[in-house]
């Protein structure tokens, strides 16, 4: 079985900071691609940010302002996020490409449970 817990959600003020976590852990050969997806109430969820070899990416509505990061030995993902605002608001997920097996070169999608990061003054 594989997991992912994320860790770091709160809640803080408009222009404060925060910083996510995400390890994935379980039966596990290789993780590839690991990045971060937001739902806020009332809308669909949304991509936020990825890092992968091939380098990183991110949605408009955080450049500049969130950076996303890894430790491959510790299987882990991280997201900083900077001067926060209201509309960053969501539960955020964090979501991970991994290969289980190292006869089968299959990689599967995985998502973690949600951390609920909060804006509000």
């Known amino acids: 079985q594989v997991q992912l817990v994320e860790s770091g959600g709160g809640l803080v003020q408009p222009g404060e900071s925060l910083r996510l976590s995400c390890a994935a852990s379980?039966?596990?050969?290789?993780?590839?691609?690991m990045g971060w997806y937001r739902q806020a109430p009332g809308k669909e969820r949304e991509f936020v940010a990825r890092?992968?070899?091939?380098?990183?990416t991110y949605t408009n509505s955080v450049k500049g302002r969130f950076t996303v990061s890894r430790d491959n030995a510790k299987n882990t993902v991280y997201l900083q996020m900077n001067s926060l605002k209201v509309d960053d608001t969501a539960v955020y997920y964090c979501?991970?490409?991994?290969?289980?097996?190292?006869?089968?070169?299959?990689?599967?999608?995985?998502w973690g449970q949600g951390t609920q990061v909060t804006v509000s003054s």
């Open positions: 979501n991970a490409a991994i290969r289980r097996y190292s006869s089968i070169d299959v990689f599967e999608n995985y």
């Open positions: 890092i992968t070899d091939g380098g990183i």
């Open positions: 379980g039966m596990i050969f290789r993780v590839n691609t």
